[in-house]
Each structure stands twice: as structure tokens, then as C-alpha cells.
């Protein structure tokens, strides 16, 4: 079964401090990952995905099959980072071809001044 | 990115009635999704919408109690029927094109159901 692990709630952290929020997952194929972020009386919007390999708002994650992890990392925190964010797993194509995301249950980031 | 909106975007009901949320895209997408957000906890899929076919419902959800209709590419209605507090949770619409990879959805801004 798939299921994604994101196992602190909450993680609170001053301004420019690192920031990890982690991520664990189970799948026994070959996962896509996501994080998504969701601001303050915002919409859940995509905030980046393995597959791409990119840097969104200085936030990086790399997929690490042998630990199952796909970690979210951001050198040096801003207070507009304060949000909650979501990993997420694309399992194996529905009917309809489309893959299902499992979300994990979200970790509330807080970066006070 | 497709824009995605709901309506109603909050509402309180009496326990025993039905709510109907609407879920509008202004363009045309292949793939609409309903999710619920209970207080505290994740998204959990309900359905997939299917453009002029039946739902496509996860694993503990029926039709019976969440009818969805799929009407054309950019519009979509999910309804709570025979409501009871358990069914206090956010709603959301979702949205997946072809080309961008299904796995990357955009979601409506969801509709916060309280159930009294």
C-alpha cells in the first residue's frame, strides 16, 4: 500500500535558520514525489516535484530511494515561508490512466522574526 | 494553469440534509478529482469525475452518499447527502491535464462544510 509519512506537525524556526521537513514514504514501484504548499487563506498549490530536479523559492528535495525519503530543504528560512506543506506520492495509473496522489498529513512550518 | 472555483465556499447545514458544491475550471481538463479534508488530517481522494460517465469512487466512499456529476470538460458538482456532523470537512476540487502529467493537479479553493 502506499503511504506517505510526514511525521512532525509542526516545526518552528527563526528566520535565515535551515529547514528540513521531512518525508517518508511506501511504495514498492517507482514513486513520484510532490510537495505541495498551502499559504495562509491560499489555495494548495504545487510547490515542486522530484521528476523535475528544480529549486522553487530556494526550497530543494532529493528523492533518496534507500532511505524512502524525500526531505524538503531551505538553507536559510523567510517569515513568508510560513505555511503548510504537503508531500505527496503519484501512485500507479488509475483506469483512467491518471495516477493517484497520497497526501501525508502536513507539517506546519513556522519562521518567526 | 487552469483557475478552479467552488462555490459554495463555506456553509453550515442541519444534520439530514444535502449540500451540493460546485466545481468550475475555465478551461476545458480532462481530469476533475474530489478530495475531503477532514479537521486535522490530509486530503483523502473521494472520486474521480468522469466527463459523461459514473464516478470513479475511492475506497469507503459510495455513491449513495456522495453523488457526482461531471456534465462537460470545465464543471463538476460533488453532493454530501443525508448529512451528519462526521461530514464536517473542507472539499476540494482538483484539476489534471494531460501534458503537465496527471499527477500534477491544481486544486480549487476549496468549501468548508460544517454539519451541525
Given at each position: 500500500?502506499?503511504?506517505?509519512?510526514?511525521?512532525?506537525?509542526?516545526?518552528?524556526?527563526?528566520?535565515?535558520?535551515?529547514?528540513?521537513?521531512?518525508?517518508?514514504?511506501?511504495?514498492?514501484?517507482?514513486?513520484e514525489?510532490f510537495?505541495?504548499?498551502?499559504?495562509?487563506?491560499?489555495?494548495?498549490?504545487l510547490?515542486l516535484r522530484h521528476i523535475s530536479r528544480e529549486s522553487i523559492?530556494?526550497?530543494?528535495a532529493?528523492?533518496?530511494?534507500?532511505?524512502?525519503?524525500?526531505?524538503?530543504?531551505?538553507?536559510?528560512?523567510?517569515?513568508?515561508?510560513?505555511?503548510?506543506?504537503?508531500?505527496?506520492?503519484?501512485?500507479?495509473?488509475?483506469?483512467?490512466?491518471?495516477?493517484?496522489?497520497?497526501?501525508?498529513?502536513?507539517?506546519?512550518?513556522?519562521?518567526?522574526? | 494553469?487552469?483557475?478552479?472555483?467552488?462555490?459554495?465556499?463555506?456553509?453550515?447545514?442541519?444534520?439530514?440534509?444535502?449540500?451540493?458544491?460546485?466545481?468550475?475550471?475555465?478551461?476545458?481538463?480532462?481530469?476533475?478529482?474530489?478530495?475531503?479534508?477532514?479537521?486535522?488530517?490530509?486530503?483523502?481522494?473521494?472520486?474521480?469525475?468522469?466527463?459523461?460517465?459514473?464516478?470513479?469512487?475511492?475506497?469507503?466512499?459510495?455513491?449513495?452518499?456522495?453523488?457526482?456529476?461531471?456534465?462537460?470538460?470545465?464543471?463538476?458538482?460533488?453532493?454530501?447527502?443525508?448529512?451528519?456532523?462526521?461530514?464536517?470537512?473542507?472539499?476540494?476540487?482538483?484539476?489534471?491535464?494531460?501534458?503537465?502529467g496527471?499527477?500534477t493537479?491544481?486544486?480549487?479553493?476549496?468549501?468548508?462544510?460544517?454539519?451541525?
Amino acid at each position: 500500500a502506499q503511504r506517505v509519512t510526514q511525521p512532525e506537525k509542526l516545526l518552528s524556526v527563526f528566520k535565515g535558520a535551515p529547514v528540513e521537513l521531512k518525508c517518508n514514504y511506501s511504495y514498492s514501484g517507482s514513486p513520484e514525489l510532490f510537495w505541495y504548499v498551502q499559504y495562509s487563506r491560499q489555495r494548495l498549490q504545487l510547490l515542486l516535484r522530484h521528476i523535475s530536479r528544480e529549486s522553487i523559492k530556494g526550497f530543494t528535495a532529493d528523492l533518496n530511494k534507500g532511505e524512502t525519503s524525500f526531505h524538503l530543504k531551505k538553507p536559510f528560512a523567510q517569515e513568508e515561508d510560513s505555511a503548510m506543506y504537503y508531500c505527496a506520492l503519484s501512485g500507479p495509473p488509475m483506469n483512467t490512466g491518471f495516477q493517484k496522489l497520497v497526501f501525508g498529513t502536513g507539517t506546519r512550518l513556522l519562521v518567526s522574526p | 494553469s487552469a483557475v478552479i472555483s467552488q462555490k459554495p465556499s463555506r456553509d453550515i447545514c442541519q444534520r439530514g440534509t444535502s449540500l451540493t458544491i460546485q466545481c468550475q475550471v475555465d478551461s476545458q481538463v480532462t481530469m476533475m478529482f474530489w478530495y475531503r479534508q477532514q479537521p486535522g488530517q490530509s486530503l483523502t481522494l473521494i472520486a474521480t469525475a468522469n466527463q459523461g460517465s459514473e464516478a470513479t469512487y475511492e475506497s469507503g466512499f459510495v455513491i449513495d452518499k456522495f453523488p457526482i456529476s461531471r456534465p462537460n470538460l470545465t464543471f463538476s458538482t460533488l453532493t454530501v447527502s443525508n448529512m451528519s456532523p462526521e461530514d464536517s470537512s473542507i472539499y476540494l476540487c482538483s484539476v489534471a491535464t494531460p501534458g503537465q502529467g496527471g499527477d500534477t493537479q491544481y486544486f480549487g479553493p476549496g468549501t468548508r462544510l460544517t454539519v451541525l
